[in-house]
């Protein structure tokens, strides 16, 4: 039985209490947050104070660092990652390598194994975009997020004076990719693939014109795409955008033969009702190969490329050889 230690309770970790519940052979052994324990309610793991967690290394084989990629994870997972083996979803790719080199430095200290930056993109769609190249080394990539909603750039538009809640759809370009699934390889820009969509529920009184100017115009968010506002109430945004879904489609276009004479695409899609619950489905099958890799001793930090994919599975080699190779 693995033993999985949650840091942080929001939408991930209990994703990941989830999706220990499908599989017979993890078990959620301790909750760490920074609210007072006794408000947390789980599925039935302890809950502790998050400056007690040191207390509790015995107890833990993986730790799940379950906080947000902004400011969370980029001190929390290498301080964790010094005394127990962890796992992370950090998803600002900019700067994947430099979180990489503060985890590893870490996590080779203690001799312990991290994983970062899992879930369906980076991670899935990280290993697919690998994948594509390799197989069609004469080829284009193309990745195309939602329609979905994208938490974090709805975080930064409810956090516009003014707007008291907020949600932010990705949309692709349907145009673009019907003419990637063409195997065209057109050249596109962030605007040419994406559109955005934001609904916004505003205070009253409040510069509905202000508030839409910088949403358009905010940088690294909505100033290189066709952004579309619509300011609704409360109850609307409550009744018909409370879920969290999303998903997206990664496609290499390349060619091959003497003269590039032959198409080929290669198509990875998801569609998900739930982000961050699939996104848990992801890291828990990281904690059991982060286990899984220390015990053979290879320590320091990893990413989804370093993982052998049967050690993502509960099953031996031979089950896995006899029903799905």
């Known amino acids: 039985m693995i033993r999985i230690g949650l840091y942080g309770y929001g939408n991930i970790a209990r994703g990941v209490e989830c999706a220990a519940a499908q599989n017979a052979d993890l078990t959620i052994a301790a909750v760490f947050t920074r609210r007072d324990p006794a408000t947390v309610t789980t599925q039935g793991a302890p809950v502790y104070r998050v400056d007690d967690v040191l207390a509790h290394r015995d107890e833990i084989d993986v730790l799940v660092m379950c906080g947000g990629s902004a400011t969370d994870l980029p001190q929390q997972t290498p301080q964790m990652a010094e005394y127990f083996n962890v796992v992370d979803t950090f998803d600002t790719h900019k700067r994947i390598p430099e979180h990489f080199a503060n985890v590893d430095t870490a996590a080779k200290r203690g001799g312990k194994t991290a994983v970062i930056s899992v879930g369906w993109d980076p991670g899935l769609f990280s290993l697919n975009r690998m994948l594509g190249n390799c197989f069609l080394p004469d080829g284009a990539d193309y990745t195309f ?109 390349g060619r091959t033969g003497r003269d590039g004479e032959n198409r080929h695409e290669m198509e990875f899609r998801l569609r998900l009702d739930s982000n961050p619950e699939f996104t848990a489905c992801v890291v828990a099958c990281c904690a059991r190969a982060v286990c899984r890799m220390n015990a053979e001793g290879q320590t320091g930090c990893k990413t989804i490329f370093d993982i052998p994919p049967a050690y993502l599975s509960p099953l031996s080699g031979e089950e896995l050889r006899a029903k799905m190779l």
């Open 145 to 253: 997020w939602g329609r979905g909603v994208s938490q974090g750039h709805s975080d930064a538009v409810r956090r516009i004076d003014g707007v008291l809640d907020a949600r932010q759809y990705t949309v692709p370009v349907e145009s673009a990719l019907q003419a990637v699934r063409r195997g065209e390889q057109p050249e596109l820009t962030a605007r040419q693939k994406h559109t955005r969509e934001c609904y916004v529920v505003a205070a009253e009184g409040a510069d509905r014109a202000r508030i839409e100017r910088e949403i358009v115009t905010m940088k690294n968010y909505f100033d290189e795409y066709d952004t579309t506002v619509h300011f609704i109430t409360q109850e609307e945004l409550d009744r018909d955008h409370k879920g969290i879904p999303h998903g997206g489609t990664v496609i290499r276009s």
